[in-house]
Structure formats: structure tokens, C-alpha cells
């Protein structure tokens, strides 16, 4: 664990900065002066948008990188061409996926236009977004498998949010008029894969020579074969991702308002998934490594270690949250209180991914890697399927989508954890998981005793700091987590004593 307790602290603090700016952006700057939620909700859109675009486009070559690189790593021989050639794949599959977005602009115009016409006035700009998105995937799992982690975080969640900050505070002084701020916040969205391709060339780990190969030779056919599956397990996690959004703007009336509205609060939820992304990142190259090597024990240790972290780190995030949420929405426009249960269910499915552990990453990369496939078809379906049902039939709007999407979640990963169970004879559970749930129930019940402040600040402090140190303290105290301990006491030696 020390090189993933290393970089995942980096990465932590990268990812907290990330949303420090990101909540500036989404909850101070874009609601304030897109005083329409439609306007918000197409700025979010566009880049959910792409996200699946990209994963279309990528043919399962991320996935793949991580799996596969490992077999090709050499700078002396420029890693085999590894990167020449996983560009070639997806920039093919980028043109493939560009001709259907083209040929089905007539059916994408005819769901979206009445409900979302401000979509499909600016529909050009996700070829561009895709594009740079796709790039940015590869090479970020590119240098991921070299574990060079940082620098690519700090431009996914530093640079990149200071470029929509730079964009929103030209409109918001008036330079530029709504049109020009969305052609300014793409373009900007757009530069972040150009960062990653000067770090590569600073590191010396860019060559787009093809190549030839006995790895490539050796080991195409299982790639091209695991790729197959990867490409539909990728795409189906970024629709499960990414759908909610897209279905709010396409089924209910006055679509954009809802969606500016759904994925603010979304945004405010991502907090609790910080330490996951952080150590995952980490952990995806270490993984595919334990399976090479057929070091179970590593990994199994890996798996617990993990779950129990993010349930600590995740569930007190969440309750911090959670507790100040109606003070949290009172810097928004009084719209966005309508978002506040939205909140609550996203939560739950997020922090339960999060305290399913490695699961998804440990199925992927191991040699029953097609079953996920069975797995995400299932859910894509259930998530299309749920969040119809929510939103159309039972007539819930926002509420029932993040309904929707909470049962995906837990339904997704309760299927992953039995199949890692069956057939690895793993499970992430330890006994400090019950007492870290029943010191969670503790504090929530403690919060609600707590009398209000008239103050929001006064309140958010008063109800954050019992929380946080019983909760703190309880964790050290009773050792939930031999990782924090050490990283706490090595931080604060004194603390140990007392």
C-alpha cells in the first residue's frame, strides 16, 4: 500500500482543490449568472455528452491500456509502439462513431428539439469535445499504467475547471454574450489534452512510431478479443454514468431547466467520491500487475484495505454533507432547492460504490473479464428501464431519476461483489465495516439534536465539528483503519500520545 497511500494523498488533495473551484463554478458562478437553468443545464450537458461520445470512440482501448501494458512496458524500445497504435484504434473508432452522430442527427433532433431545443442548437460541439475527451482517456490511462498519475488529475480536476471559471467570468463581466461563452467554454474544454500530450513529451514517453513488434504480434488477439468486450462494458458504464442527464433534458417538459438543476446538485455529491477516484487510479496498473504475477494474497489485502478507507473517508464526507445540505443550497437560487433529495440518493448509490471497493477493476482485469459484459448490459438496461419508469410513468421528475440511478448503483455492484465472492473467493468486509455504519448512524442521529442556528455559518459549525471529532476519534481510536492511523500519526505524532 505505500505507493498507493503516497499518490492517493496527491491525489486527494489535487481532487479537493478540483472541487473547491468546481463548487465556485457550479454553485457561486453558473447559477448566479446563467440565470436561466436551461443555460446550465446545456453547459453540463455538453460535457456528459461527450463523455459518451468519447467512450464510443475509444473501442475499449482504455481499458485494454490498462490491462495490456504492463506486457509492453520498455522505454528503451518506446513500449513496443504501444501508444502509435492504441491512437490509430481510436482514432478510427472516432470516425466511425462521428458518421452515425451525423446520420442520426434527425432522430436525436426530433426527441430533444421540443423539450431541449438549446441542445440542439449548439449539437456540432460535441464532435470537438468527443474528440478531446477520447485523447485525454488514452492518455491518461497510458500514463496511469506508468503510474504518473498527478499531473494528469491536476489537469482533469484543476486546469480544466479553471478554464470553465476563466469562461463564466468573461460572461459574467459582460465581454461576451451568451453565444460567445459557450463557443469560448468548449474551446477551452478542449485544450486539456494538449497539457497531457506536452507532459508525455517532457517525460519522454511519446513516440508515435508504429512499431513492429513480437508483443504486438504475440498478444493481438487477446486484445482485439478483450477489447471487444471492453468496448460495450466502457460504453455501458458511461451511458449508466451519464443517462440520467440526458434523459431528464429528453423526457420532461422544459428539459434543460430540470437538467441545469439535477446536475448541480449531482456535481455536489462527486465530493463524496474523491478518495475512490484517487485510489483507484492508483490501484487499476496494481491490479492487472497481481494478476500477472498471481499474487491473490496482494490483492485480496489490497481489496479490504480499500473498502474499508473509503467507507471512513466516504461516509464522513457524506455526513458533513448531508447535515449542512439546507445550508449548502442557500447560496443557490431558490430553484435549485428542489434538488435537495436528489442530493440524498445519489449519495447512497455513490457511497455504496465506493464501499463496494475494487470489485469492478478486479473483474475487468482478470480472465473473466467478459462476464462484466452480462453485468453492464444488465444495469444499462435497468438504468434506461428505471429511470423511464420514474420519470414517464410514475411521473417523480427528478427525484425518481436519482432514484433510478441509486438502484443501479447498489443493484450493480451487489452483482459484482457475489460474482468476485464465487469465483476469487474474495470479499472487501471486514468486521470494522459494521462499526464504521453504526458510528455513521450514531453521529447522523447526533446532528439532528443539534438546535439551528439562525446563522447558516454558525449552524454548518456547530453541526459539522461534534460530527467530525466524534466521528474522527472514534476511527483512531478503535483502529477502523490501520492506513489512516499511520498516516494521521505520522502527520500529527503528538496525537498518538494523547
Given at each position: 500500500?505505500?505507493i498507493?497511500?503516497?499518490?492517493?494523498?496527491?491525489?486527494?488533495?489535487?481532487?479537493?482543490?478540483?472541487?473547491?473551484?468546481?463548487?465556485?463554478?457550479?454553485?457561486?458562478?453558473f447559477?448566479?449568472?446563467?440565470?436561466?437553468?436551461?443555460?446550465?443545464?446545456?453547459?453540463?450537458?455538453?460535457?456528459?455528452?461527450?463523455?459518451?461520445?468519447a467512450q464510443?470512440?475509444?473501442?475499449?482501448?482504455?481499458?485494454?491500456t490498462?490491462?495490456f501494458?504492463?506486457?509492453?512496458?520498455?522505454?528503451?524500445?518506446?513500449?513496443?509502439?504501444f501508444?502509435?497504435?492504441?491512437?490509430?484504434?481510436?482514432?478510427?473508432?472516432?470516425?466511425?462513431?462521428?458518421?452515425?452522430f451525423?446520420?442520426?442527427?434527425?432522430?436525436?433532433?426530433s426527441?430533444?428539439?421540443?423539450?431541449?431545443?438549446?441542445?440542439?442548437?449548439?449539437?456540432?460541439?460535441?464532435?470537438?469535445?468527443?474528440?478531446?475527451?477520447?485523447?485525454?482517456?488514452?492518455?491518461d490511462?497510458y500514463?496511469?499504467?506508468?503510474?504518473?498519475?498527478?499531473?494528469?488529475?491536476?489537469?482533469?480536476?484543476i486546469y480544466?475547471?479553471?478554464?470553465?471559471?476563466?469562461?463564466?467570468?468573461?460572461?459574467?463581466?459582460?465581454?461576451?454574450?451568451?453565444?460567445q461563452?459557450v463557443?469560448?467554454?468548449?474551446?477551452?474544454?478542449?485544450?486539456?489534452?494538449?497539457?497531457?500530450?506536452?507532459?508525455?513529451?517532457?517525460?519522454?514517453?511519446?513516440?508515435?512510431?508504429?512499431?513492429?513488434?513480437?508483443?504486438?504480434?504475440?498478444?493481438?488477439?487477446?486484445?482485439?478479443?478483450?477489447g471487444?468486450?471492453?468496448?460495450?462494458?466502457?460504453?455501458?458504464?458511461?451511458?449508466i454514468?451519464?443517462?440520467?442527464g440526458?434523459?431528464?433534458a429528453?423526457?420532461?417538459?422544459n428539459?434543460?431547466?430540470?437538467?441545469?438543476?439535477y446536475?448541480?446538485?449531482?456535481?455536489?455529491?462527486?465530493?463524496i467520491l474523491?478518495?475512490?477516484?484517487s485510489?483507484?487510479k492508483?490501484?487499476s496498473?496494481l491490479?492487472?500487475?497481481?494478476?500477472?504475477?498471481?499474487d491473490?494474497?496482494s490483492?485480496e489485502?489490497?481489496?479490504?484495505?480499500?473498502?474499508?478507507?473509503?467507507?471512513?473517508v466516504g461516509?464522513?464526507?457524506?455526513?458533513?454533507?448531508?447535515?449542512?445540505?439546507?445550508?449548502?443550497?442557500?447560496?443557490l437560487?431558490?430553484?435549485?432547492?428542489?434538488?435537495?433529495?436528489?442530493?440524498?440518493?445519489?449519495s447512497?448509490g455513490r457511497?455504496?460504490?465506493m464501499?463496494?471497493?475494487?470489485?469492478g477493476i478486479?473483474?475487468?482485469?482478470?480472465k473473466?473479464?467478459?462476464?462484466?459484459?452480462f453485468?453492464?448490459?444488465?444495469l444499462?438496461?435497468?438504468?434506461?428501464?428505471?429511470?423511464?419508469?420514474?420519470?414517464?410513468?410514475?411521473?417523480?421528475?427528478?427525484?425518481g431519476?436519482?432514484?433510478?440511478?441509486?438502484?443501479?448503483?447498489?443493484?450493480?455492484?451487489?452483482?459484482?461483489?457475489?460474482?468476485?465472492q464465487y469465483n476469487?473467493?474474495?470479499q472487501?468486509?471486514?468486521?470494522?465495516?459494521?462499526w464504521?455504519?453504526?458510528?455513521?448512524?450514531?453521529?447522523?442521529?447526533i446532528?439532528?439534536?443539534?438546535?439551528?442556528?439562525?446563522?447558516?455559518?454558525?449552524?454548518?459549525?456547530?453541526?459539522?465539528?461534534p460530527?467530525?471529532?466524534i466521528?474522527?476519534?472514534?476511527?483512531l481510536?478503535?483502529?477502523?483503519?490501520?492506513?489512516?492511523?499511520?498516516f494521521?500519526?505520522?502527520?500529527?505524532?503528538?496525537l498518538?500520545?494523547?
Amino acid at each position: 500500500m505505500g505507493i498507493v497511500k503516497k499518490q492517493s494523498i496527491s491525489l486527494a488533495v489535487v481532487s479537493y482543490i478540483g472541487v473547491v473551484i468546481g463548487y465556485v463554478n457550479k454553485v457561486l458562478l453558473f447559477p448566479v449568472f446563467l440565470t436561466d437553468p436551461a443555460e446550465v443545464g446545456l453547459a453540463n450537458t455538453l460535457i456528459s455528452a461527450s463523455l459518451l461520445y468519447a467512450q464510443f470512440s475509444a473501442l475499449g482501448m482504455n481499458v485494454v491500456t490498462l490491462k495490456f501494458f504492463p506486457f509492453f512496458q520498455d522505454k528503451e524500445r518506446k513500449h513496443h509502439g504501444f501508444l502509435y497504435w492504441a491512437s490509430l484504434i481510436v482514432t478510427i473508432g472516432f470516425l466511425i462513431t462521428t458518421l452515425a452522430f451525423l446520420l442520426l442527427k434527425p432522430l436525436i433532433v426530433s426527441r430533444f428539439s421540443a423539450n431541449s431545443p438549446l441542445l440542439i442548437d449548439n449539437y456540432y460541439y460535441l464532435i470537438p469535445l468527443g474528440l478531446t475527451a477520447l485523447f485525454f482517456a488514452l492518455y491518461d490511462s497510458y500514463l496511469r499504467s506508468l503510474l504518473k498519475v498527478v499531473v494528469p488529475s491536476f489537469v482533469n480536476e484543476i486546469y480544466i475547471r479553471l478554464m470553465a471559471t476563466l469562461s463564466i467570468s468573461l460572461f459574467a463581466l459582460h465581454l461576451v454574450n451568451f453565444k460567445q461563452f459557450v463557443f469560448i467554454y468548449v474551446l477551452l474544454n478542449c485544450t486539456h489534452v494538449l497539457v497531457l500530450i506536452v507532459y508525455m513529451i517532457y517525460l519522454k514517453q511519446w513516440s508515435f512510431k508504429p512499431i513492429k513488434s513480437f508483443r504486438i504480434k504475440t498478444l493481438r488477439f487477446q486484445m482485439f478479443y478483450f477489447g471487444l468486450f471492453a468496448i460495450l462494458s466502457t460504453a455501458g458504464n458511461s451511458i449508466i454514468s451519464n443517462i440520467d442527464g440526458l434523459m431528464i433534458a429528453g423526457l420532461l417538459k422544459n428539459g434543460l431547466y430540470y437538467t441545469g438543476i439535477y446536475t448541480t446538485v449531482f456535481f455536489m455529491s462527486t465530493v463524496i467520491l474523491i478518495p475512490y477516484r484517487s485510489i483507484l487510479k492508483i490501484t487499476s496498473p496494481l491490479i492487472s500487475t497481481y494478476w500477472k504475477d498471481n499474487d491473490m494474497e496482494s490483492m485480496e489485502n489490497l481489496y479490504k484495505k480499500v473498502t474499508v478507507n473509503n467507507m471512513i473517508v466516504g461516509g464522513l464526507i457524506f455526513l458533513v454533507l448531508w447535515i449542512n445540505i439546507d445550508n449548502i443550497l442557500s447560496f443557490l437560487p431558490k430553484e435549485y432547492y428542489a434538488g435537495k433529495y436528489v442530493f440524498l440518493y445519489i449519495s447512497i448509490g455513490r457511497l455504496f460504490d465506493m464501499i463496494a471497493g475494487l470489485n469492478g477493476i478486479i473483474t475487468v482485469t482478470s480472465k473473466k473479464y467478459r462476464y462484466d459484459l452480462f453485468f453492464t448490459g444488465f444495469l444499462v438496461l435497468l438504468t434506461i428501464v428505471s429511470n423511464y419508469s420514474f420519470l414517464v410513468v410514475f411521473n417523480m421528475g427528478m427525484e425518481g431519476t436519482a432514484i433510478a440511478s441509486m438502484l443501479t448503483l447498489i443493484i450493480y455492484n451487489i452483482l459484482r461483489l457475489g460474482f468476485v465472492q464465487y469465483n476469487f473467493k474474495m470479499q472487501p468486509f471486514t468486521i470494522n465495516c459494521l462499526w464504521i455504519l453504526i458510528l455513521g448512524a450514531i453521529c447522523l442521529g447526533i446532528s439532528y439534536l443539534i438546535p439551528q442556528q439562525k446563522n447558516i455559518f454558525l449552524d454548518g459549525f456547530c453541526r459539522s465539528i461534534p460530527v467530525v471529532a466524534i466521528f474522527g476519534i472514534s476511527t483512531l481510536y478503535f483502529k477502523l483503519s490501520s492506513d489512516i492511523n499511520n498516516f494521521v500519526y505520522g502527520v500529527f505524532p503528538k496525537l498518538k500520545r494523547f
